[in-house]
């Protein structure tokens, strides 16, 4: 009896741990990555399960490449910068009308130092942003690009009207 009760425990909390995390999760851990290097990496392991999802292959190539904020050693910079670009670039390519991937890949190369080269997609991906925002049915999603698209000065005020 007791193993029974032992083993249907060790079911229930391998599968409490196992549950797939929900976008909402995973954008809230995102945003601690900016300034969080176990937050950043956290969340690299977490989705390092989920690499049949772009959505969550772009989140974990935005925080592959975030992790160059977190060490100090350059070759470890330019290498978690050259990982998560690539894993970014490779969701894209598998979905490449996704909005949120799209987003990610603006801000990443809005803020990424123009001596790395990433920004060849600012533009093509700010006129998607611009011509796709509205058609967003996804309120969270709305909700978590907002304030970030609002201060951006990729977009002109004319721009950013749009986004209301």
């Not at 391998?14 to 956290?42: M, Q, W």
């Not at 925080?63 to 670039?89: C, Q, W």
């Not at 949120?100 to 890949?105: G, I, K, P, T």
Request: charged share 25%; net charge positive; with cysteine.
């Amino acid at each position: 009896m007791k193993k029974i009760f032992f083993f249907g425990l060790l079911f229930i909390a391998t599968a409490s741990f196992a549950k797939t995390p929900t976008i909402e999760e995973v954008r809230v851990l995102y945003g601690k990555s900016v300034s969080d290097e176990d937050a950043c990496k956290e969340l690299i392991q977490i989705l390092d399960s989920y690499k049949t999802s772009p959505l969550y292959s772009g989140y974990r190539g935005c925080a592959t490449m975030m992790m160059a904020k977190h060490v100090f050693n350059p070759f470890s910079k330019i290498s978690y910068f050259r990982k998560g670009r690539d894993i970014l670039e490779n969701a894209i390519k598998e979905d490449e009308k996704n909005f949120e991937l799209r987003y990610l890949r603006f801000i990443a190369q809005t803020n990424m130092p123009s001596f790395l080269g990433y920004y060849k997609s600012i533009d093509i991906d700010k006129q998607f942003i611009l011509n796709t925002f509205s058609q967003i049915k996804d309120v969270s999603l709305k909700e978590y690009v907002l304030p970030v698209l609002q201060k951006s000065k990729s977009f002109t005020n004319t721009e950013k009207e749009r986004f209301r």
